[in-house]
T-cell receptor, first 112, second 119 residues
Framework: DQQVKQNSPSLSVQEGRISILNCDYT??????FLWYKKYPAEGPTFLIS?????DKNEDGRFTVFLNKSAKHLSLHIVPSQPGDSAVYFC???????????FGKGTRLHILP | DTGVSQDPRHKITKRGQNVTFRCDPI?????LYWYRQTLGQGPEFLTY????????KSRLLSDRFSAERPKGSFSTLEIQRTEQGDSAMYLC?????????????????FGSGTQLSVL
């Protein structure tokens, strides 16, 4: 049962353009969401988060949008840079849990 | 290097053998997590410790798996009688005591993982 879903396994974007990565969730009890970035042969690293009391959080080139009614969030990267090529995981702490539930990830390719 | 350290980075073993992985968390991080990641999947929770206490175990963690954190510092994950389905990246992560649960998640630091291949 995938509670956090990333339906696009991969995405290719031209350098300088906007990258939009999408994530859907099924558990309405989730109240916090995170995005992690992972390079090959490294562990995931925290990128940005958003609380359910907000609908947007911005940090430099990265912005996360949350649409609670649609149970959908998205990560926008603008402008996209070659170093952004990585796998991006959407994640949420399980309600009442101390563990994080991850989506399957989206591999982002930034094209020169 | 003050990050999370995992050893070994790679392990190739034959089916039926036992393997043990080690994780050294960031010092003073009281929480330590083990995750498993297979190809095309996100990390899946296995178990977690707060100090030396193992507080939760996933149903993914069969009887062949055991994890310890004897002194609340480093942790080991042992897999007995390995099977080909155990082939995966085993990730360790640690986080400090948080003023709030969500603050801890933002400070969840992962190691580079141990890639296990069972032949």
């Amino acid at each position: 049962d995938q509670q956090v879903k990333q339906n696009s396994p991969s995405l290719s974007v031209q350098e300088g353009r906007i990258s939009i990565l999408n994530c859907d969730y099924t558990n309405s009890m989730f109240d916090y969401f995170l995005w992690y970035k992972k390079y090959p042969a490294e562990g995931p690293t925290f990128l940005i988060s958003i609380s359910s009391i907000k609908d947007k959080n911005e940090d430099g080139r990265f912005t996360v949008f949350l649409n609670k009614s649609a149970k959908h969030l998205s990560l926008h990267i603008v402008p996209s840079q070659p170093g952004d090529s990585a796998v991006y995981f959407c994640a949420a702490p399980g309600p009442g849990d101390d563990k994080i539930i991850f989506g399957k990830g989206t591999r982002l390719h930034i094209l020169p | 290097d003050t990050g999370v350290s995992q050893d070994p980075r790679h392990k190739i073993t034959k089916r039926g053998q036992n393997v043990t992985f080690r994780c050294d968390p960031i010092s003073e991080h009281n929480r330590l997590y083990w995750y498993r990641q297979t190809l095309g999947q996100g990390p899946e929770f296995l178990t977690y410790f707060q100090n030396e206490a193992q507080l939760e175990k996933s149903r993914l963690l069969s009887d062949r798996f055991s994890a310890e954190r004897p002194k609340g510092s480093f942790s080991t994950l042992e897999i007995q009688r390995t099977e080909q389905g155990d082939s995966a990246m085993y990730l360790c992560a640690s986080s400090p005591p948080g003023q709030g649960a969500h603050i801890g998640y933002e400070k969840l630091f992962f190691g580079s993982g141990t890639q296990l291949s069972v032949l």
